[in-house]
């Protein structure tokens, strides 16, 4: 599926789905990494829809941020869309959370963390 392809899934079909339907399985080869390129499209609507699933992807199952985390924090720095910067802050609240057992911090990425939180 071509990148227009994936915005163009992601623009119409979702809306039929249910919250928690979403998955993997039902993106047609949309990967996580593709979820966190679009959420930083110029066009508002898809950016946020790519965000939202991302985020209910990932807080399903969190052993799924593994692969994408440093892109997500990367991404958080690049991210000027409010509802985007939404979905990211709920990733950010379980990943600073005690909930949180399977990802370690680093200091560095924490303190850049607060501080681009509150730019």
């Given at each position: 599926?071509?990148?227009?392809e994936?915005?163009?899934?992601l623009?119409v079909?979702?809306?039929?789905?249910?919250?928690?339907?979403?998955?993997l399985d039902?993106?047609?080869?949309?990967?996580?990494v593709d979820l966190?390129n679009?959420?930083?499209e110029?066009?508002k609507?898809i950016?946020?829809?790519?965000?939202?699933?991302?985020?209910?992807?990932?807080l399903k199952n969190?052993t799924?941020?593994k692969?994408?985390?440093?892109?997500?924090l990367d991404?958080?720095?690049?991210?000027?869309?409010?509802s985007c910067?939404?979905?990211?802050?709920?990733?950010?609240?379980?990943?600073?959370s005690?909930?949180?057992?399977?990802?370690?911090?680093?200091?560095?990425i924490e303190?850049e963390?607060?501080?681009?939180?509150?730019?």
């Amino acid at each position: 599926m071509t990148y227009n392809e994936k915005l163009a899934f992601l623009s119409v079909t979702l809306r039929s789905f249910q919250v928690t339907d979403f998955s993997l399985d039902i993106l047609q080869g949309i990967s996580l990494v593709d979820l966190l390129n679009i959420s930083l499209e110029k066009d508002k609507k898809i950016a946020f829809r790519a965000a939202w699933v991302f985020e209910t992807i990932v807080l399903k199952n969190t052993t799924l941020l593994k692969s994408v985390l440093p892109q997500f924090l990367d991404n958080l720095k690049k991210q000027k869309n409010w509802s985007c910067l939404r979905s990211y802050t709920k990733i950010l609240l379980f990943l600073t959370s005690k909930k949180n057992k399977e990802y370690t911090l680093q200091n560095e990425i924490e303190e850049e963390i607060i501080e681009h939180s509150f730019q």
